[in-house]
Structure formats: C-alpha cells, structure tokens
C-alpha cells in the first residue's frame, strides 16, 4: 500500500540525506572516503521503531537493551581520527546497532565488532548480511579484553566509555597502530582521545568533549 505520508516521500528522503551529509561537513568531517562511507550506509535500517524517522537527524537515538546509536557526526569523526588504511584490520568495541561497524567495513579490509549484549550482536549480524558486508564478523563478548585470538590490531574503536583505556586493548594495537575512545565518569563530561603506539610507547591526544554509554564488564542478560 502506497504511504503518501510527507515521511515516506522519495524526494524527501533524498533531501534529508543531503542534510545529512552537510551536517557531517559542517561538523569537521572533510575526508571524502570517510564521507563516501556515511553517504552508502542508511542509517535509518540501524534505527527501529519509534525513532526510525529520526535517523538522519545529528543525534544518538535509543536501540534496544538500553543502548544508544552514536550521533552521525560523532562516528564520522571517530572514523576520520583512525585514518584507517584500505588493508586494515580493526577491532570495534560496543557493537550496538552495527552502524559504527558497517561504516568501518567500507575503508578497512576486515572488522571485528564485539557487544556484550547476544541480541543486539544478531540483529547486527542479520543487517550485515542483508548489506552483504562479509567483511564484518560480530561475537559476543565482553570487549575490555579485546579479541586475543585475532590481535594484534592495526585500529581499534571504542564506542563505550571505559575510565582509562583498557590494557588488553592497548597490548592488542599494532605498532604503528591507533585507538579511538571516550574515557572518563560515565556520568561525567568524558573525552574523546587518540592513542598512537609507537616503537617505544603510547602517544594520547585529546580530540574532543562527547558522551557515551558506559563500558561495563561481563555478558548482558538479553
Ligand atoms: N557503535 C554503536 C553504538 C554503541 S553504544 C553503534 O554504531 O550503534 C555502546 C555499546 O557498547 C552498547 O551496545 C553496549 O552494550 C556496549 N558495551 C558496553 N560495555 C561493553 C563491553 N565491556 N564489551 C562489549 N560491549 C560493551
């Protein structure tokens, strides 16, 4: 059944996904592969229910088990700060919706996402497939301790945040390799940093204020 619904129309779709886009620009996002990558993606297939017609909208939107999908403009620059090379490999941490992932699998070659919640870990795993983003592989797990089995990583991403960057995710970075996180009280102002690893340690550069759901330990119950 045809939906006339002013939502629904075509060309106002189109219009609000180049609002999208221009948002993201006027926020500091200028690589052009990284906005390439948020420009194939339709976040609204990572947004259901009520929020769905919000999803070209720069802000978080809730998703099931409590969680939140990151606001555009924030995935768009935590991907841009990675610099993430056509052959990577990168660990992401808080899987959520899968947005976060599904835009890190059209710039790097392979992408492990982890969730500690089984059910948000499957809905995405079933949007990967429908996208045929086969380069994406989703597990739940409890992601301070990294994935020992594939580490090290070139670029790891953490979309919950954590005091201080865990040490599994640290000894599981390449050399050469970068971090994105928000660390800090999750019910405080936290920051969004960038950790390098270089031939003798770790480089931090404090990027920006953001707030992000906790990182907290174990398996969720869903
Ligand atoms: N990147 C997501 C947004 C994630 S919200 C997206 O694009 O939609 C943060 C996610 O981190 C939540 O789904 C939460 O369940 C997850 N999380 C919190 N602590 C975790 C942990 N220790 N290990 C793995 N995932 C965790």
């Keep these: 059944m045809a939906d006339w619904?002013?939502?629904?129309?075509p060309d106002d779709l189109a219009e609000r996904k180049m609002r999208f886009l221009f948002a993201l620009r006027s926020r500091g996002?200028?690589?052009?592969?990284v906005l390439t990558a948020m420009e194939r993606?339709?976040?609204?297939l990572f947004v259901r229910g009520t929020f769905a017609d919000r999803a070209y909208e720069d802000m978080p939107l809730p998703?099931?088990?409590g969680q939140t999908i990151s606001q555009p403009s924030v995935v768009a620059l935590m991907t841009q700060a990675l610099a993430i090379h056509p052959r990577d490999t990168v660990l992401e941490v808080g899987t959520?919706?899968?947005?976060?992932?599904?835009?890190?699998?059209?710039?790097?070659?392979r992408v492990y996402t982890v969730d500690r919640y089984r059910r948000l870990v499957r809905d995405a795993a079933d949007l990967f497939r429908q996208l045929d983003l086969a380069n994406i592989t989703a597990i739940a797990a409890d992601g301070s301790f990294g994935l020992p089995e594939q580490a090290p990583f070139d670029r790891i991403i953490v979309t919950a945040a954590a005091e201080d960057p865990p040490?599994?995710?640290?000894?599981?970075?390449k050399t050469g390799g970068i971090m994105v996180l928000p660390v800090g009280q999750s019910d405080a102002?936290?920051?969004?940093?960038?950790?390098?690893?270089?031939?003798?340690?770790?480089?931090?550069?404090?990027?920006?204020?953001?707030?992000?759901?906790?990182?907290?330990?174990?398996?969720?119950?869903?």
Aim: proline share 4%; with cysteine.
């Design 5 to 9: 619904d002013s939502h629904d129309h």
């Design 29 to 33: 996002v200028t690589d052009s592969r």
């Design 41 to 44: 993606v339709d976040r609204g």
């Design 63 to 65: 998703i099931a088990c």
């Design 96 to 109: 959520g919706s899968g947005y976060q992932a599904a835009i890190l699998a059209h710039l790097a070659r």
């Design 167 to 173: 040490g599994p995710l640290l000894a599981q970075l």
């Design 189 to 222: 102002v936290q920051s969004l940093i960038k950790v390098t690893r270089t031939d003798h340690g770790f480089d931090y550069e404090e990027l920006r204020p953001v707030r992000f759901v906790p990182l907290v330990e174990g398996l969720g119950s869903e």
